[in-house]
């Protein structure tokens, strides 16, 4: 419950949600168990519902995707998430050393996790699409995102003021690269096999 409850105060009031979080010292299971796992449920779930039942408008009518063709796709988005998480947890731990704190991958992936916690709550966007809206908020959740980032690379990592703008930097860069790659395999992988089925 804890751990939801942190999910939260990181979004509303991140400095005291930073600071819980350092202070719990999370193991990695605790952390995908109780906040990874449910949280990126919610825009996988409420995209497959959004995209199959009310769809988007750019020009006409609605566009849907088949139930049969959203699923496949919508697990795949989710254990992307779950995975990407996973991945940059590890990535933080293995630049702990070079900057002069303990690391540890727990504190990694509570980082990353928490960090997309807004990411994870606007999920909720995809009950009703709405394209300029979805672009609009995906962009400051984003911004806001890479602020949580910054803010909580200090306290969970334990490293002084003076180096934790340096690893957030890095993470943030190694993040980026990460999410280039994760599009390039799912243009991969709508060749070979998920790819959108379209009804009007």
Request: proline share 6%; charged share 10%.
């Amino acid at each position: 419950m804890n751990s939801v409850l942190n999910g939260f105060l990181v979004v509303f009031n991140p400095k005291q949600g930073w600071a819980k979080i350092a202070g719990a010292r999370p193991s990695m299971v605790q952390t995908l168990a109780l906040h990874t796992i449910p949280f990126a449920l919610i825009p996988a779930v409420c995209w497959y519902i959004g995209v199959t039942r009310q769809g988007w408008t750019i020009m006409g009518d609605p566009v849907k995707l088949t139930a049969e063709s959203a699923l496949p796709m919508c697990i795949l988005f989710y254990l992307a998430m779950v995975g990407g998480v996973i991945f940059l947890g590890y990535m933080v731990n293995w630049m702990a050393a070079t900057y002069s704190t303990e690391g540890g991958v727990g504190k990694g992936v509570a980082l990353i996790s928490y960090t997309a916690s807004p990411f994870f709550l606007a999920g909720f966007l995809g009950l009703y699409p709405i394209l300029w809206l979805d672009v609009l908020v995906g962009t400051l959740v984003a911004c806001y995102c890479i602020y949580l980032l910054f803010l909580g690379t200090g306290p969970v990592m334990e490293v002084p003021p003076e180096r934790s703008f340096l690893y957030a930097a890095a993470v943030f860069a190694v993040a980026l690269v990460s999410f280039v790659a994760l599009l390039g395999a799912t243009v991969v992988l709508w060749d070979l096999g998920p790819a959108p089925e379209y009804t009007y």
